[in-house]
Every structure is written in structure tokens, then in C-alpha cells.
């Protein structure tokens, strides 16, 4: 079992598509990827098998080892059993329990040692908050269970990489929201971990304006020049290559943005609207900040299609071997 790896595969929302894209993966890519184990309800899954006619032997295991010795015949399930059937398209209160479960059974074993990294299904954060109200999204979730305050979400692919500085809020929020303190913060920790998960020395970060060309001189509004840039100046002095305030609507053109390593953003939408154009399809949700690897596929549960075999299981993969990549990276070796 020396230097090996586990992965750990949250189950996502049972109605939705995660438990096709798992099955995907296994069936396409378990030769060419360290081994993973789903943590979540095996009846999801040998009824995705069934209605989908894939055919994979699927395992139940009580032992995370387990998953390295079987990997390669079997798709290792560790059990969390939903309190309710699945309708796939359909969200279920009852259920939305078990999958805050499955997250947290993966941050436990990561924190453990007993996986080395792992990767989170899509989930639908509606329903979840009708259980838990003050649920914002896997990122701040996961920050809580480690107590960390200040989590970054960094939107990665071979194309671009973009950190949002706001998350989860309406632009109204996020706006109010934007300070000296967070931007300061979040330049910190990304250029931390630029060095830390990806292995360069020394990090060349542009940060975006919030208003049309930048704000303009304070024509278009004033948040540039009373916030960002004196943002700026003080990351500068901790010795941080940064650069900006660049107009949005240009620092995203490849000949500007292939100049830097990642481009912080004022909010969700400025961040996720270039990845998901310029390379859906391998976009990766990276948590930064937390003491263990976690990433995500960056699409949502698409509801409309769960159970139909339409869904592309390609941002999974992409999110897979990122994590794999990085615990490697770390020697972050199961115990």
C-alpha cells in the first residue's frame, strides 16, 4: 500500500446526472486514472447501471484499502444509504441529508489520511438549503467542517485560471462586499497555493476591474480608484507580482491573459463566464486555502437529463486527475 493514492467521489444529487458520470468514468478511464471510491448509496448507482445498460461490476466495501485492490474489476462503493427512492430529474428533501453526509465522510477521511484527495458531484443547493439554511455551496461547507475562514474557489483549466473574490451572492452583494481586506486575502492565499498545487516559483497574477474600462479615471464608478488599486499597492509590498486594474472586457483576450497564471475577478459571474466559453469542458472547481484537496466537476446537476446517458462526463475526469495530479504533487500517500 506504499505511495499509493485514493480518491474520494462524493454522491452529488441523487436525481441528477453524477451517479452516470461515475459509472462513466470507471467504464472509460479506470486504466488510465489512481483508483476512486464513491461514497454514497449503492442502489443509485446499480440502478443507474441497470436503466443505462452499463454493465459494470459494482463493489461494496467497508474498508477505504480496500479500493486500490479491487479498483481496476470492480467500482469500490463505500455505503451512505438515502432515506428515499430516486426519480431522476427530481430533487428530495429527505435525501438532501445523506448528501451533506457523503461530503462530510469525504473531508473526515481526507483529514484522516485515509483518501488523498477528493472530488464533489454537483448537488443542488436549493433543496439543501431548505435542510440546512445556511448552506452557500460546497466551498464554504467543506471551509466550515475544517474551520477555515477564508476559502478561495479557483475555476482551473489548461486554458485559463480565474478566482472569484465574491461567490455566492447576487451582484448587489457582492459588490457591497468587495473590500481592501478580502481582495488583499484572496491574492494571499491564490499565490500561495499557485506555488504550492502547481509548482510556480513565482506567480504572475492580474486582477480585474469591477466597471466598464476599469471604472475609467472614476467616470464609470469609483471602486478602482478607492479600493482595488490601493489593494494593489499593498499586495505589492508583500513582494506579490501582481498587476491591474485591467478593463474585463479585455484582460480575458488570449494575448493578455496568457501573460498571467490567473486572473482574480470581483465576482462569480466575471469569473466563470470566460472559463465555461473558452474550455467547458475540462473547467475545474480547486478549493484553495483548506488543508486537504478538493475539487469539483464546474458544471451543475442538469436535472433535465439525469438518467438519459446524454451527459458528458469529461469536467469529472478533468476535476479527477487535477485532484490525483496535486496529491501526487503533495505525496499525499494514503495511510
Not at 42 to 55: E, I, V, W
Not at 67 to 88: A, D, H, M, N, T
Not at 126 to 147: C, L, M, P, R, W
Not at 181 to 190: A, G, L, P, Q, W
Amino acid at each position: 500500500m506504499k505511495n499509493r493514492i485514493i480518491t474520494g467521489l462524493t454522491m452529488g444529487e441523487p436525481g441528477g446526472i453524477a451517479s452516470e458520470i461515475t459509472l462513466k468514468i470507471w467504464k472509460k478511464y479506470r486504466q488510465i486514472i489512481n483508483p476512486f471510491v464513491y461514497i454514497g448509496d449503492m442502489n443509485l448507482l446499480l440502478k443507474t447501471n441497470l436503466l443505462l445498460k452499463y454493465n459494470i461490476p459494482i463493489k461494496l466495501i467497508d474498508n477505504i484499502h480496500h479500493s486500490c485492490e479491487i479498483f481496476r474489476k470492480f467500482l469500490p462503493v463505500y455505503q451512505i444509504k438515502l432515506k428515499e427512492k430516486v426519480k431522476f430529474g427530481k430533487t428530495s428533501k429527505k435525501n438532501s441529508t445523506q448528501v451533506l453526509l457523503s461530503i462530510k465522510k469525504c473531508v473526515d477521511l481526507a483529514l484522516k489520511k485515509k483518501i488523498s484527495c477528493f472530488v464533489t458531484n454537483p448537488i443542488e443547493k436549493k433543496i439543501i438549503k431548505q435542510e440546512k439554511k445556511n448552506f452557500d455551496g460546497h466551498t464554504h461547507y467543506i471551509a466550515n467542517i475544517v474551520s477555515t475562514k477564508n476559502p478561495v474557489m479557483m475555476l482551473t483549466s489548461p486554458k485559463i485560471n480565474v478566482v472569484p473574490i465574491t461567490q455566492h451572492m447576487s451582484l448587489k452583494k457582492a459588490i457591497k462586499k468587495i473590500s481592501e481586506k478580502r481582495i488583499i486575502e484572496t491574492v494571499v492565499i491564490t499565490n500561495r497555493y499557485l506555488k504550492k498545487y502547481f509548482g510556480i516559483q513565482k506567480p504572475k497574477i492580474a486582477i480585474a476591474g469591477l466597471n466598464p474600462h476599469a471604472g475609467e479615471n472614476s467616470e464609470f464608478g469609483n471602486e478602482e480608484k478607492k479600493i482595488i488599486e490601493p489593494s494593489i499597492k499593498k499586495i505589492k509590498s508583500k513582494g506579490i507580482d501582481v498587476h491591474g486594474p485591467f478593463p474585463a472586457d479585455t484582460i480575458f483576450n488570449e494575448n493578455i491573459r496568457k501573460q498571467f497564471n490567473v486572473i482574480i475577478c470581483m465576482y462569480h459571474d466575471q469569473a466563470t463566464i470566460p472559463i465555461k466559453i473558452l474550455d467547458f469542458q475540462n473547467g475545474v472547481n480547486l478549493t484553495l486555502g483548506i488543508p486537504i484537496i478538493r475539487t469539483s466537476p464546474d458544471h451543475g446537476t442538469a436535472l433535465d437529463i439525469a438518467g438519459k446517458g446524454k451527459a458528458s462526463e469529461k469536467s469529472l475526469l478533468a476535476a479527477i486527475k487535477k485532484a490525483q495530479e496535486i496529491a501526487l504533487k503533495q505525496k499525499n500517500w494514503i495511510q
